[in-house]
């Protein structure tokens, strides 16, 4: 079915009758040529590229709860390319030009809305380390500005200019980024490849793989034994889990990122802006909820929680940014499990089991990587090579010294 | 969350600063034959396990003691703290 | 105004208050709801997406309908709940969500159009053309987004955090939590009482129940009575527990202020961080309502909270109301009313076989319908297929209680299908150390609630080790609810379920059509319970609706659960005071009263503040100022306060071997006496920090650090003694914040300091560069020296006990008039360092090597250095870039870190990209900007020209390579 404005007005001319399921709920098969576990953002993705762009067929998504339950249904919603190295930026640019042509290309509005990031910066060094991103992002065909005090006070007055602990000295801009509305995303992709013809099952966790000298050959779920030519997983947040069933260690610690909503205000925010001395960003839903963030709380956590001084610790730093919030109430923090890999850059490559891939490593920025991450798993998973931009993203980067280090801080994933 | 310090009793976690793997008091030997296929696994490697984890946690605000605590990190229950420097004299962490 | 008999309010004082202009009067005890009922209010607020008219629905913190935006100026307080605001003197609230009049809503537009907004509806549509979204449609639906509206203005109060610990706090004020108080307070236990509620009793103040045959009030009077005399039992009023953490600590706002006009000289609100042994989570229940067509008519509310307003605030909802109930609360609703003489039209009853309890007409039956756009005026029943319409002002529902889990399922743990209560209740998978008790576990009668608190409290206190009975309790009733089942009334026309948000039933069945089936596809689907309730009268009934449509029982269908907070928390209060300037602490050096006295200008270091440069009369521009000081320097002598760097004090007969394994370089091999630039590397082989190493002692070392690291270093460095090396003798201690340390430096550096010291020869032979010494100056006064350089001159740095290092400053000053003495700040220490061409933090920015820094060589592989190992990695030994001096080609041409730099002649793009520049400024000894800046091959390109490219800013600059030395590249300054 083919969504449209027209269709609108004619379902609800005629009582919405018309309205089909949005996915199948299929029975698994026996067996596919491709199985992607991990029905999450980049999950889906993946099975959509998969059977669209590279023409493949006889594909699942295996979820082990409802399809898009992973940290694309929990997360602060910013697509950006605002990246320093050559490792990343040309990758999270390729993402960016999926996003801008994304709804029309999947027929689904996931409200992509390029209001813009603005990363202010509170001293001299900071801003010589915002001249450098800004220009590798234009040298990798990316859009920045660098603004200065009164540029950044004509787009955001009610910042803290005037009463601050670090004052505002100027910005770093991408206008074409800013927000996408998750579930959309993950609804887009899921509708897209299931309209392709792909499993989309739900309710279906993996349990263990089977591997035959030192090949996969299928995996066990919790709905039987399912035979596959190739396994791709895309389980963020649970990458170390799932990957000890094939033997395999990773660098990566499961952590807990808390995200914060506000109730619903008239906008006054114009897009994303991030603050630089304390850890804090936020901006302004379409729904009017003030969506925001900071820290991991910093210990290997699964509980999907986090503690109250992280959750003060992002209010000092969101009171202290913009002091005219405080009288809007806190609606609702919930917490994902991030795969804080130990550069803080993600993989995507194959494993020494072969036919068994691996997408993991996302640390908090696997939301704006969800188009790039599916289609150069995709690519991997459709070509045996890896896609042009995603070359860096190897797992023997660590063993060989060519770790994608944005923050300059070490194997220490709870800096990243 | 609160760390039953060994010395101190319980402390609240935001007068620690959390490092990772208690493994990482197993430091390869760096002069040995093959120390750096020893390092690249001590260095970036992690169980990461969804359960009883052994971790280090240093006592910054408080009396700079490096602590060897089992926690669960299903639901961050704490089973237990020693001082790490206990721990690796009596061989490292297992 | 009509108010009833009774009631908990104070009639002998009135208190004026305005809403939406009008003014209007309350008395001590009202809510802003309660007042504005009682004045015949009925129409409070709009919808978030149809924009429809909205009274009260509840009397508590579950409200989503009547939300107001209260008080004026800065500090107004958008979307504040009506239900629980507290009446005083000169309240202002104003409705919100609308354009026009509230009673005349241009956005109620969006509810003629409804059909077009079914579920889902703008994920398929506003796609083309593309450029649209940006341009028309978002800022069109933006315009319309939202509820109240931020002030725009920073709130003018105070706020506080606190610390509180108790053996038992008991959350919920009510009957279950005052027996547990009561149960826990006398058997000696610490415990805290809190409750949201400004008034202790929870549902016992809105029922008409007697307590041993008087009225509930006198025993909650005497139990309250009762514990304010305990000295071990604290009581929180006006405190609402938000959250429950981890180990359990629990999340609690007090509004300590905000039933008063302004808080005066009190904080507003405080964060308390509630460190409980154990808890009982005594949270009540709250009503669900039952949904039938245009079931949001204002008027239309639950039937306990009509009870409520009627019992504890003595106001009736309309002069005429009815009654629609599928169990036996409803008919006590008409009989609490009936007996404050409210006119009761009718109880309709879904239960066949129901039966009148008083002199009311009962219909078996069900509403089907409501008419009153701006106030309901009447319901319509439909009675086995006849239907009737009936004439009143308020229709109160009973749709049967759910068991408040809220807090318990903050831990992630899933409630449980109760068959019998028709209810989810906690599950397994709470909060350690939570014992739920009272309605909150379904409990819901007074007698069972009572029983099931002081059980509770003696239960969390037997797991103490402490004693207690369970309180002696009053007789009370022990009704069963006689409930039957009825989640919504079949039926054509739109039944809401989330009301804030206008979900309604058919936005379920489309969900269901549409295969958004799990629960989490459903709330996300048709943004049910994403609203500033949580859904907490809205989620268990749209579960219910799905599970009809699914064929499957509702627990398969799925539960749902909550996110901390209970209910909204300012973020004003949980910043608490930590914002504006306090943001963050702030660090001052030893000299910073006295550099401040000299004019000094600050800049932020990191936590420190440090004078930046010292301007002088007729100085218009920071670089007259940093240039003088520079070249006064490198002319006769300059001071400068350099304690932010980190210090760390070594000891011990192994600190040498300590020193070698910390460093890349060696240090065992150090002379007492001397002192060695020092590097460390992280584990990975990057390069991390520098700093100089003296060796004071055959077992004593002093190591500095950069500002930057100070901590992280100081905080590996024991990690290395106690946890890689326990069995080494050695002991740390920083001692960054003991000594002040002055940099002295310039060619008269060296007849300054011989000014001070007393009796030390200072002579290069006897104290040659990289020197160090213990000795006295000034006259007796402890001291460190170290002949170390920074900036290429003859330079040293002096270190004293803190508490001198302002008199130290002085006394060079003083001394050094003749000399050329001058302060100079880190602008000038920045410019200094880089026409010497040392690294500093933009060069060691964590992502940088030994061998880029051109340091390889330092990198011992004798010894087992941190590091050391990883820096050989294949990866590390292939990078070329290193670092490199680089001048303008024409000295009028700007050099500016963050430039890329290219070869002359390639094209600007991430495939050609050969290095940036790290640091740069004017050299006022060279003559123009210099930059230093990492190049590939950059050591053979010496005398090439580079391009330089910032298309940032439009700039694109011919550089010529040059060594990173542009003073004095023999060091022959700083030897003599």
């Known amino acids: 079915m083919h969504f449209s404005g ?189 309209m392709r013809g792909v499993d989309l099952i739900q309710n279906c966790e993996v349990t263990g793989f089977r591997i035959d000298g030192g090949r996969i050959s299928g995996v066990e779920t919790t709905r039987g034994y399912i035979a596959a030519g190739k396994v791709g997983v895309a389980v963020a947040g649970s990458s170390s889990r799932v990957m000890a069933m094939a033997g395999m260690r990773l660098p990566i610690e499961s952590h807990v990122l808390q995200a914060f909503v506000s109730e619903g205000l008239k906008p006054t925010i114009p897009g994303v802006i991030t603050f630089g001395a304390g850890h804090f960003y936020v901006s302004q839903s379409d729904k009017g909820g003030l969506v925001f963030g900071g820290d991991i709380d910093g210990y290997n ?25 405080g009288r809007a109430r806190l609606l609702r923090v919930w917490g994902g499990i991030m795969d804080m890999s130990m550069d803080g850059s993600p993989i995507i490559d194959r494993t020494p089991v072969e036919g068994l891939y691996l997408n993991a490593g996302w640390c908090y920025g696997g939301f704006k990587a969800t188009p790039a991450s599916g289609y150069a798993f995709a690519h991997l998973l459709a070509t045996g090579r890896p896609h042009e931009t995603a070359g860096a993203y190897r797992l023997d980067r660590f063993a060989r010294g060519y770790v994608i280090d944005e923050k300059g801080v070490g194997a220490q994933p709870n800096l990243h | 969350m609160l760390i039953p310090h060994p010395l101190l009793g319980p402390r609240d976690a935001q007068e620690f600063t959390y490092l990772g793997d208690a493994a990482l008091l197993n430091r390869p030997d760096g002069m040995a034959e093959g120390a750096e296929a020893a390092f690249a696994e001590y260095v970036y490697l992690r169980d990461n396990p969804a359960g009883v984890h052994r971790e280090l946690w240093f006592h910054e605000q408080g009396d700079r003691s490096w602590l060897v605590v089992t926690r669960d990190t299903t639901t961050h229950e704490i089973l237990g703290a020693e001082l790490a420097r206990d721990v690796k004299l009596k061989g490292g962490a297992a | ?47 978030f997406k149809y924009h429809r008219p909205r009274g009260v629905f509840s009397a508590g913190s579950e409200e989503p309908n009547a939300l107001v935006e209260l008080r004026s100026g800065a500090r107004k307080e958008p979307n504040t709940r009506a239900t629980v605001a507290e009446l005083y003197d000169g309240l202002e609230a104003a409705s919100q969500n609308h354009v026009g009049p509230l009673g005349f809503d241009l956005l109620a537009v969006n509810d003629l159009f409804s059909s077009f907004f079914a579920a889902g509806f703008y994920y398929k549509t506003f796609m083309w053309p593309r450029a649209f979204w940006e341009k028309l449609y978002e800022p069109a639906i933006r315009r319309a987004a939202g509820l109240g ?11 506080d955090k606190g610390f509180l610990h108790c053996d038992l706090l008991v959350i919920g004020g009510g009957a279950a939590g005052l027996a547990a108080a009561l149960t826990a307070g006398r058997a000696g236990a610490r415990v805290i009482l809190a409750d949201e509620d400004f008034r202790l009793g929870g549902r016992l103040l809105a029922e008409s129940h007697a307590l041993d045959d008087a009225p509930a009030t006198e025993w909650v009077a005497r139990a309250e009575a009762e514990l304010a005399t305990l000295p071990n039992l604290r009581i929180l009023r006006r405190t609402t527990v938000f959250g429950a953490f981890d180990h359990g600590v629990y999340g609690a706002v007090e509004r300590v202020a905000d039933h008063l006009p302004e808080p005066g000289r009190q904080v507003r609100q405080t964060l308390w961080r509630i460190t409980a042994r154990r808890a009982v989570l005594a949270a009540g229940a709250i009503e669900r309502h039952i949904p039938f067509r245009n079931n949001d008519r204002p008027g239309i509310m639950l039937a306990g909270a009509m009870r409520a307003y009627a019992n504890r605030w003595a106001v009736r909802p309309a002069k005429r109301v009815a009654i629609f109930t599928n169990n036996d609360d409803g008919h006590r609703t008409a009989l609490d009313l009936a ?35 701006l106030g309901l005026r009447g319901v319509e029943i439909d009675s086995n297929g006849r239907k009737e319409w009936l004439d009143c002002g308020a229709l109160g529902v009973a749709g049967g209680w759910n068991p408040n889990v809220h807090l318990a399922s903050h831990h992630r743990g899933r409630p449980v299908w109760d068959e019998a209560l028709q209810a989810f209740v906690p599950g397994e998978g709470g909060p350690c150390g939570l014992i739920i008790a009272g309605a909150a576990k379904g409990q819901g009668s007074t007698a069972a609630a009572l029983r099931s608190g002081a059980e509770a409290a003696a239960e969390a206190l037997a797991q103490l080790g402490i004693e207690a009975r369970p309180a002696d309790l009053p007789a009370a009733e022990d009704a069963p609810a006689g409930l039957r089942p009825l989640w919504h009334v ?105 550099a401040r006295a000299q004019g000094a200008v600050f800049i932020e270091v990191g936590p420190w503040m440090r004078a930046q440069y010292f301007p002088r009369p007729g100085e218009t521009h920071w670089r007259q100022t940093v240039d003088r000081e520079v070249l006064a320097t490198r002319k006769g002598v300059g001071i400068c306060d350099v304690t932010t760097l980190g210090k760390v004090d070594v000891q011990g007969a192994d600190a040498g071997e300590f020193l070698d394994r910390i460093y890349a370089n060696a240090m065992k091999s150090l002379k007492v006496g001397m002192v060695r630039y020092g590097l460390m590397l992280r584990e990975d082989g990057t390069a991390w920090d520098d700093g100089t190493c003296a060796r004071l002692a055959e077992d004593h070392y002093v190591v500095t650090t950069t500002t930057a690291q100070a901590g992280p270093v100081y905080r590996q460095m024991e990690f290395a003694r106690q946890c890689l090396w326990p069995e080494l003798d050695v002991q740390l201690i920083s001692t960054t914040d003991a000594w002040a340390q002055i940099a002295v430096a310039g060619p008269n550096a060296r007849r300054l300091l011989e000014r001070i010291v007393d009796g030390f020869d200072l002579s290069n ?156 400024c004017y050299s006022p000894h060279v003559g123009s900007s210099i930059g230093l800046g990492f190049l590939a091959d950059g050591g053979a390109r010496m005398g090439e020209t580079v391009i330089a490219a910032n298309p940032l800013q439009g700039q694109k600059v011919a550089l010529r390579v040059v060594p990173p030395h542009f003073v004095d590249p023999e060091g022959g300054r700083l030897r003599d």
């Open chain 3, 339 to 373: 007996a404050k003489g409210v006119e009761v039209a009718a109880v309709i009853d879904s239960r066949p076989d129901a039966r009148a309890q008083g002199q009311y007409r009962l219909v078996h039956g069900l509403v089907d319908n409501a008419k009153g756009r």
């Open chain 3, 490 to 594: 079949p039926g054509k026309g739109r039944a809401w379920v989330d009301f804030q948000n206008d979900v309604t039933v058919k936005d379920i069945k489309l969900a269901h059509q549409e295969n958004m089936r799990p629960v989490e596809h459903l709330k996300r689907w048709t943004t049910l319970g994403m609203a500033t309730d949580q859904g907490k009268t809205a989620n268990v009934t749209a579960l219910a609706v799905m599970s009809e449509l699914t064929g499957k029982p509702i627990p398969e269908t799925g539960t749902t659960i909550f996110r901390p907070p209970y209910s909204g928390v300012s973020l004003s209060v949980l910043g608490g005071g930590d914002t504006g300037a306090h943001f963050r602490p702030r660090r001052l050096t030893p000299t910073h009263e006295w």
């Open chain 3, 1 to 47: 105004m009509t108010r009833l008999t009774g009631g908990l309010i104070d009639r002998a004082r009135s208190l004026r208050f305005t809403f939406d202009g009008r003014t209007y009067s309350g008395h001590p005890g009202d809510t802003l709801a309660s007042a504005l009922l009682a004045n015949d209010v009925r129409l409070m607020g709009r919808s």
């Open chain 3, 765 to 920: 032979a006897a104290f040659p560069f990289m020197a160090c010494a213990g000795l006295t100056v000034c006259g007796g006064l402890r001291a460190r020296l170290f002949r170390i350089s920074f900036s290429g001159e003859l330079a040293y740095e002096i270190a004293v006990p803190a508490r001198y290092g302002q008199a130290l400053v002085e006394r060079l000053m003083e001394q050094g008039a003749d000399l050329g003495a001058i302060p100079y700040g880190t602008e000038a220490l920045g410019v200094m360092r880089i026409e010497k061409g040392h690294a500093a933090g933009n060069e060691l920015n964590g992502q940088t090597t030994a061998q880029m820094l051109g340091l390889g060589r330092m990198v011992s592989s004798k010894k087992d250095g941190i590091g050391a190992v990883m820096s050989r990695r294949e990866g590390l030994a292939a990078e070329t870039r290193v670092l490199v001096g680089l001048q303008p080609v024409d000295p009028a041409q700007p050099v500016l870190a963050g430039m890329h730099l290219f070869a002359e002649g390639a094209p600007h793009r991430t495939e050609t990209d050969q290095g940036w520049i790290t640091s740069a």
């Open chain 1, 6 to 194: 027209l269709r609108v007005i004619r379902e609800a001319l005629t009582g919405h009758k018309g309205w089909k399921p949005l996915w199948r709920n299929p029975e698994p098969q026996p067996a596919y040529d491709y199985i992607i576990v991990g029905g999450g953002g980049h999950g889906l993705a993946t099975a959509y590229y998969l059977a669209k762009t590279f023409g493949r067929a006889r594909i699942a998504v295996l979820e082990k709860s409802w399809l898009g339950s992973g940290n694309i249904g929990r997360n602060t919603t910013i697509i950006r390319s605002n990246y320093l190295l050559p490792g990343n930026e040309p990758f999270y640019e390729f993402s960016m030009k999926l996003w801008e042509g994304l709804e029309q290309e999947f027929n689904f509005n996931a409200m992509v809305s390029q209001r813009g990031i603005l990363n202010l910066c509170h001293t001299d060094a900071q801003r010589d380390a915002f001249r450098r991103r800004g220009n590798a992002m234009l040298l990798a065909g990316a859009d920045a500005e660098l603004l200065d005090r009164e540029q950044v006070r004509a787009m955001a007055p009610f910042l803290n200019f005037d009463n601050a602990r670090f004052p505002i000295k100027g910005g770093l801009l991408q206008r074409r980024a800013g927000t996408a509305r998750h579930d959309g995303v993950a609804w887009g992709y899921a509708r897209g490849a299931d």
């Open chain 3, 149 to 159: 509206s931020l002030s725009m203005q920073p709130d003018p109060d105070a706020y």
């Open chain 1, 301 to 325: 956590s699964y509980a999907q929680r986090g503690n109250l001084p992280v959750i003060e610790d992002v209010a000092e730093g969101g009171m202290a940014l913009m002091p005219m919030i």
